[in-house]
């Protein structure tokens, strides 16, 4: 069985700093490696994932993740953050061979400070 | 627009009364999964359903219906409701291929008292 695990529920960031989400996983096969960000109030959008070819992958609002199989691993991050950052950032991972399944990490809450 | 609709968005029952939480999309999407949030939790899959009348249970189908009738909507229902099932569930659809993109609804905030 396979499960997904973010480290740290709330992480505080100043505007301008690093933002770096951990994601690991456990699963015999890589699997599908998504990260999502719900706002406020909102439902999950796409952020950024990973099926295939190159391990460093961009998504939107200058955010990409880089899967390292040897480590089990597909940490977020982004350069600089900005107060619109501030959210619930989720790792989530599809099996290949059973891909309908979705599994999510906890969530991490991310403030931004100023 | 593109968009997966749920309604209600907020829902106040109470023990034992059957309830149908909506879910449609305008996307043509052959796959749609029902998912419940939790505080500590994530979001946990109910069940999902790869085309019509095909669906499948996910991690927590307990308690929990579903049917697929058309491509476009797919209910969830709880037909004798329990506190524990108080939770915020979200309906997301894709097109339908392995590592797809899911598309979520806005959710809908159950109370079960």
């Known amino acids: 069985a396979q499960s997904v695990t973010q480290l740290g529920s709330h992480v505080s960031v100043s505007e301008g700093a690093l933002v770096l989400l951990r994601c690991n996983y456990s699963s015999s096969v890589p699997p599908y490696l998504f990260w999502y960000v719900q706002y406020p109030n909102q439902g999950l959008q796409l952020l950024l994932k990973y099926t295939t070819g190159a391990t460093l992958v961009k998504g939107i609002n200058g955010f990409e993740a880089e899967f390292k199989k040897s480590e089990t691993s597909f940490h977020l991050t982004k350069p600089s953050a900005h107060m619109s950052d501030a959210a619930e950032y989720f790792c989530a991972v599809s099996p290949t061979d059973s891909w309908g399944k979705l599994q999510f990490g906890a969530g991490t809450q991310v403030v931004v400070t100023p | 627009e593109a968009q997966v609709t749920q309604n209600p968005r907020y829902l106040i029952t109470v023990t034992g009364k059957k309830l149908t939480v909506t879910c449609s999309q305008n996307m043509n999407h052959e796959y749609m999964s029902w998912y419940r949030q939790d505080p500590g939790l994530g979001l946990r899959q109910i069940y999902y359903?790869?085309?019509?009348?095909?669906?499948d249970k996910g991690d927590v189908p307990e308690g929990y219906k579903v049917s697929r009738k058309e491509k476009r909507n797919f209910p969830l229902i709880l037909e004798s409701p329990s506190p524990n099932q108080t939770s915020l569930y979200f309906c997301?659809?894709?097109?339908?291929?392995?590592?797809?993109?899911?598309?979520f609804g806005p959710g809908t905030r159950l109370t079960v008292l």
């Open positions: 997301a659809s894709s097109l339908g291929f392995a590592g797809d993109t899911q598309y």
């Open positions: 359903s790869m085309n019509v009348e095909v669906t």
